[in-house]
């Protein structure tokens, strides 16, 4: 029973262009949502997140993007650079709850 | 600036046997948590602990896993009699305190592997 869902295991772009990530969840319950990039052989780390009382946040080269209503989100690099070649994984948490569920992840590749 | 601490960084332990993993979180963080990353799969919770106290181990499997993080000294994940499936990448994370809001900062973790 999976809650976050990121249904592309993978993604390839070219280096220069926009890499758009995707992310759907169930629980109507989650208010706060994160993206974390990850290594091979390293922990996860913490890219950006997003309240759901907004439907936009944006740093840097990141955006992510929130559609309550189809309880979608996305992430957005612009531009595309080789060193963003890595897992990304989609997560979310509840009002009432400390846990963050995370998605299964996408491998994204950066192509030269 | 110590991130999160993780040890051993790989454990190979033979069915049956007891795996101990230790996670020393960052300065000044109190909670604690545990996540499971099977191969080719996602991060799934297993337990979140503050100091002394167990606050939500709904991941946790119901046999031969246990986990604590004692006044003093780093958290432990425990498995017991472990079996081929237990083998993965054990993640932990720590935050300063449990309020939405808050992301993780994870360690590099213990990949476990059962012969």
């Known amino acids: 029973d999976q809650q976050v869902k990121q249904n592309s295991p993978s993604l390839s772009v070219q280096e220069g262009r926009i890499s758009i990530l995707n992310c759907d969840y169930t629980?109507?319950?989650?208010?706060?949502f994160l993206w974390y990039k990850k290594y091979p052989a390293e922990g996860p780390t913490f890219l950006i997140s997003?309240?759901?009382?907004?439907d936009k946040n944006e740093d840097g080269r990141f955006t992510v993007f929130l559609n309550k209503s189809a309880k979608h989100l996305s992430l957005h690099i612009v531009p595309s650079q080789p060193g963003d070649s890595a897992v990304y994984f989609c997560?979310?948490?509840?009002?009432?709850?400390?846990?963050?569920?995370f998605g299964k992840g996408t491998r994204l590749h950066i192509l030269p | 600036n110590a991130g999160v601490m993780q040890n051993p960084r790989h454990l190979v332990r033979r069915r049956g046997q007891e795996a101990r993993l230790r996670c020393s979180p960052m300065?000044?963080?109190?909670?604690v948590y545990w996540y499971r990353q099977l191969p080719e799969e996602g991060l799934k919770f297993m337990v979140y602990?503050?100091?002394?106290?167990?606050?939500?181990e709904s991941g946790m499997p119901k046999e031969r896993f246990s986990a604590e993080f004692p006044k003093e000294g780093p958290s432990i994940l425990r498995i017991q009699q472990v079996v081929r499936g237990d083998s993965a990448a054990y993640f932990c994370?720590?935050?300063?305190?449990?309020?939405?809001?808050?992301?993780?900062?994870f360690g590099s973790g213990t990949q476990l592997s059962v012969l």
């Open positions: 994370a720590s935050s300063p305190s449990g309020t939405a809001g808050e992301k993780l900062f």
């Open positions: 629980n109507s319950m989650f208010d706060y």
């Open positions: 997003i309240s759901s009382i907004k």
């Open positions: 997560a979310a948490r509840g009002n009432r709850d400390d846990k963050i569920i």
């Open positions: 300065k000044g963080h109190s909670h």
């Open positions: 602990l503050q100091k002394e106290n167990i606050i939500d």
